[in-house]
T-cell receptor
Framework: DQQVKQNSPSLSVQEGRISILNCDYT??????FLWYKKYPAEGPTFLIS?????DKNEDGRFTVFLNKSAKHLSLHIVPSQPGDSAVYFC??????????FGSGTRLLVRP | DGGITQSPKYLFRKEGQNVTLSCEQN?????MYWYRQDPGQGLRLIYY???????QKGDIAEGYSVSREKKESFPLTVTSAQKNPTAFYLC?????????????FGPGTRLLVL
């Protein structure tokens, strides 16, 4: 049973518009969430994180929102750029410092 | 430059052969991890280690072995018991501490079976 779900395998957005990537989780005890970006044949790159004591964290064009009651987090990228085209993984901290990853969403930003 | 290195970038394994993937970090991180990624799937944890000479099985440890003799190094051996080894293997490391568990990844090794 997947504890972290990214239900949209792909997303296509026009350059300059907002990209919204979604992630749902099942365990209300999860308290730390991360987003990673991955290009083909490369390792994931850390983008942004959020602790469960917050509902929003912003870093430049990237903002993560956390809705604990809905067990849902989202990553907003605005404005989207062609270089943002990649696979985005959400992850959450499990016990003993392990991370659980979603299956990823492939973002395509069209010029 | 600080970072995580993995070698080789590509590795070919013959039937019945054990192969070892290298992972080195100079970030002075305490914890190191090995993940496997299959097409269309997320990252699945194979093994992790929080301290030298100690490691724990992840979710898919069968057919794999690791060692942690040095803080900087966490090699992964894919044994002949792993029946479906073709995948992209990622090594990561992190500091251990509240709110600091962000894991940083190496560039990956792609393992192919001949």
């Amino acid at each position: 049973d997947q504890q972290v779900k990214q239900n949209s395998p792909s997303l296509s957005v026009q350059e300059g518009r907002i990209s919204i990537l979604n992630c749902d989780y099942t365990n209300s005890m999860f308290d730390y969430f991360l987003w990673y970006k991955k290009y083909p044949a490369e390792g994931p790159t850390f983008l942004i994180s959020i602790s469960s004591i917050k509902d929003k964290n912003e870093d430049g064009r990237f903002t993560v929102f956390l809705n604990k009651s809905a067990k849902h987090l989202s990553l907003h990228i605005v404005p989207s750029q062609p270089g943002d085209s990649a696979v985005y993984f959400c992850a959450t901290r499990h016990s003993s410092y392990k991370l659980i990853f979603g299956s990823g969403t492939r973002l395509l930003v069209r010029p | 430059d600080g970072g995580i290195t993995q070698s080789p970038k590509y590795l070919f394994r013959k039937e019945g052969q054990n192969v070892t993937l290298s992972c080195e970090q100079n970030l002075n991180h305490d914890a190191m991890y090995w993940y496997r990624q299959d097409p269309g799937q997320g990252l699945r944890l194979i093994y992790y280690s929080q301290i030298v000479n100690d490691f724990q099985k992840g979710d898919i440890a069968e057919g794999y072995s690791v060692s942690r003799e040095k803080k900087e190094s966490f090699p992964l051996t894919v044994t002949s018991a792993q029946k479906n080894p073709t995948a992209f293997y990622l090594c990561a490391s992190s500091i251990i501490g509240e709110g600091r568990e962000t894991q940083y990844f190496g560039p990956g090794t792609r393992l192919l079976v001949l």
